[in-house]
C-alpha cells in the first residue's frame, strides 16, 4: 500500500512539472540596463565596484543585479580615490564611465562584467592579413603604423599589434574583432580611390588635429540623426549660465568638481552635469585653468577650458567625456 502512494505521489510530480519550460535567467544586457536612481562614491575602484555591485542588486527587481569581476593588476590607479556622482542612469553606462575615468577596460561577458587594466588581455585575439597599396604606405612612417591607427580610433590592449611588411605590402594584425572591423574599414577606405564618408572623417581628424572638435561634432550629428530628443537633457545644462566664474592657475580636476556643483545647484533636478575625465598617463603635467568671466554658459566654459589646455570633448547622452 505504501509503495503505492509513493508511486502515485511520483506521478503526480512528474505529471504537474511535464511540459513546462524552464524559464531562461535575464541575460546581462538586460541587467545592465538597471537603473541606479543615485550612485555617490569617492572610493577606490575597488570599493566603487563593490558599491555598484550592491546598488544593482538593490535595484533589481529580480534582486540578483549585475556580476563584476575586477582584475587587479600594476595599474596606479589601484589605490586612487575616485570621485563619482551619478543620477538616474543605467548600470551599463556607470560601468562605461567608471572604466572611462580610471583608465581601465571592460568586457560584457555571458554572465559577468569583466574589468581589468589594459595590459592585461581579456578579449579574444584575431589575427589577420590586410593588403597595403604602396603608393599609401608613406602615410605610417610619421607616426608609426600602430600610432597611425590609435590616431583614427583603433585601440592597441595586452596581445595586440600591427606591422607593415613592406617586401608584399601586407599588415599583418592581431586584435579583437570589434577593433579588427575598425582596421578593415580605414584599410578599405585607404586602398579605394572613394573612401566612405566615416573614413574620410577619421583621415581628416589625424591630418588636421586642429579640427578635432568640429568633426566629433559632425560625427555626432551623423550618427545621431533622427535621435536629438535623446540629447535634450545634457544639453540645456551645457545652456545652464554661471553668473560668476574666477579661475586663476586652478586645479583641472578642482575646476571640473566646481562645475559639477555649480550645475547642480541650477539645474532645477538637482542632478548637475556629468563631466568624465579619462585617465590617461599621457595626460600629466595638464597645466592650469585660467578664466574670468561673468554670465557664460557651462557649454562654452568646457570648449574654452579645453582649448586652453589642448583637451578635447565629447557631448554623450548622461555626461561630457573630456580627454586628451
Not at 580615490?81 to 568586457?107: H, Q, V, W
Request: hydrophobic share 40%; proline share 3%.
Amino acid at each position: 500500500m505504501r509503495i503505492c502512494l509513493f508511486l502515485l505521489a511520483t506521478l503526480v510530480t512528474i505529471t504537474s512539472t511535464f511540459g513546462k519550460e524552464k524559464e531562461n535567467p535575464p541575460k546581462i544586457e538586460e541587467k545592465l540596463k538597471i537603473i541606479i536612481p543615485k550612485f555617490k562614491q569617492k572610493a577606490t575602484i575597488e570599493e566603487v565596484l563593490a558599491a555598484l555591485r550592491d546598488e544593482s542588486i538593490k535595484n533589481d527587481p529580480d534582486k540578483k543585479g549585475v556580476s563584476i569581476i575586477y582584475r587587479k593588476g600594476q595599474e596606479k590607479v589601484k589605490d586612487k580615490n575616485f570621485n563619482f556622482d551619478f543620477e538616474n542612469m543605467p548600470t551599463g553606462e556607470i560601468i562605461r564611465y567608471i572604466c572611462i575615468a580610471s583608465g581601465l577596460k571592460y568586457k560584457v561577458d555571458k554572465h559577468a562584467v569583466i574589468i581589468a587594466a589594459k595590459n592585461i588581455q581579456i578579449d579574444e585575439l584575431v589575427t589577420r592579413f590586410y593588403p597595403v597599396d604602396p603608393s599609401i604606405a608613406s602615410l605610417f612612417t610619421e607616426l608609426g603604423v600602430q600610432n597611425y591607427f590609435e590616431a583614427l580610433g583603433v585601440s592597441f590592449d595586452a596581445g595586440a599589434q600591427i606591422a607593415y611588411l613592406k617586401s608584399v605590402s601586407r599588415s599583418v594584425v592581431t586584435n579583437t574583432p570589434n577593433n579588427q572591423k575598425k582596421i578593415q574599414e580605414i584599410f578599405k577606405a585607404l586602398n579605394s580611390e572613394t573612401p566612405s564618408i566615416e573614413t574620410q572623417i577619421s583621415i581628416m581628424r589625424h591630418k588636421l588635429n586642429d579640427l578635432n572638435q568640429d568633426l566629433n561634432l559632425l560625427e555626432s550629428l551623423v550618427k545621431e540623426k533622427g535621435k536629438k530628443h535623446e540629447f535634450a537633457d545634457i544639453n540645456k545644462k551645457l545652456q545652464l549660465v554661471l553668473p560668476k566664474v574666477r579661475f586663476e592657475d586652478g586645479d583641472f580636476d578642482l575646476v571640473l568638481d566646481f562645475l559639477k556643483r555649480r550645475t547642480r545647484d541650477l539645474d532645477h533636478k538637482g542632478e548637475g552635469l556629468n563631466i568624465i575625465f579619462s585617465l590617461n598617463d599621457k595626460h600629466a603635467n595638464l597645466g592650469k585653468v585660467n578664466l574670468d568671466a561673468d554670465d557664460i554658459p557651462v557649454g562654452e566654459i568646457i570648449k574654452y577650458i579645453c582649448n586652453q589646455l589642448k583637451l578635447k570633448y565629447k557631448v554623450e547622452k548622461h555626461a561630457v567625456i573630456i580627454s586628451k
